[in-house]
């Protein structure tokens, strides 16, 4: 951007602590246990007028924000987890030596990005899919339902591919319209007995899990598999979009897109 440019064209100055504490004030993180800090994890510049947004803080992620001279990583997966070993590993460490040398500051919300009830990752998947409303499916997910007498499970997977950009693998036999699913995007497949518990018609995650075909097929529920990137696109982006709305500043989402 040009100096000369008019400055009512130029992103907003916004202060770092008052965007994490917008998106806390929005997903509220300590209501939920996770496996990761939620929130700022690494400080950088203080002020920031570009922000880039994406589902896990790779170093593909870090290079595209110094491409774009952005101030703030926001995204789903951060860069410390409860079950990696104590101390930097050369990977993660790299990654910040990037951030650093840029002063960029990054920050991650993990559970509360999947759970919330109107932007979350769930929330949104199953909006775009069609549901007629949804409620809370254990901790994170969302129980949704078709209107009418449901739709057909290939109408289904056909919206799950469009909404996602993966065809879907399909395991297991429900009924052939789908009046209600359960949606927990990423990795959950470990959550499948508790919508066959409900009496569900399908349940959507990311990854499928070796014995998920079997436990299905006996069940007689469809079991359905995204991608654990591809169904954790959408609460993240969101939240960008929201900051570009609410302050102004310039927001990128950069998709990676990751065969898993």
Known sequence: MSPDEPSSTRPALVKVVDIIDTIDAILQPQRLKDSAPNGLQVPGSEAVSRIVTGVSASRALIDRAVELDAGLVLC????????????????????????FRHDIALAAYHLPLDAHPTIGNN??????????????????GRRAQFPGDGIPIEELAARVETVTGRVPLLQGRGPELVQTIA??????????????????DAFLTGE?????????????????????????????????????????????????????
Do not use: C
């Open 76 to 99: 789903h997966h951060g860069l410390f987890w409860d079950f990696h070993p104590t101390g930097l590993s050369p990977v993660v460490a790299e990654r910040l030596r990037r951030l």
């Open 208 to 260: 499928p899990r070796e014995h998920v075909m079997a436990d299905a097929e006996e069940a007689g529920i469809h079991f359905l598999a995204a991608g654990h990137y591809a169904t954790e696109t959408f609460g993240i982006r969101r939240i960008g979009e929201l900051l570009e709305e609410r302050f102004g500043l310039e927001h990128h989402f950069v998709d990676l897109p990751n065969a898993v």
């Open 123 to 140: 929330a949104l998947l199953a909006e775009r899919l069609g549901a007629a409303g949804h409620e809370a499916f254990g901790d994170v």
């Open 183 to 200: 949606i927990v995007s990423g990795a959950a497949a470990s959550m499948l007995p508790e919508a066959i518990a409900q009496g569900l």
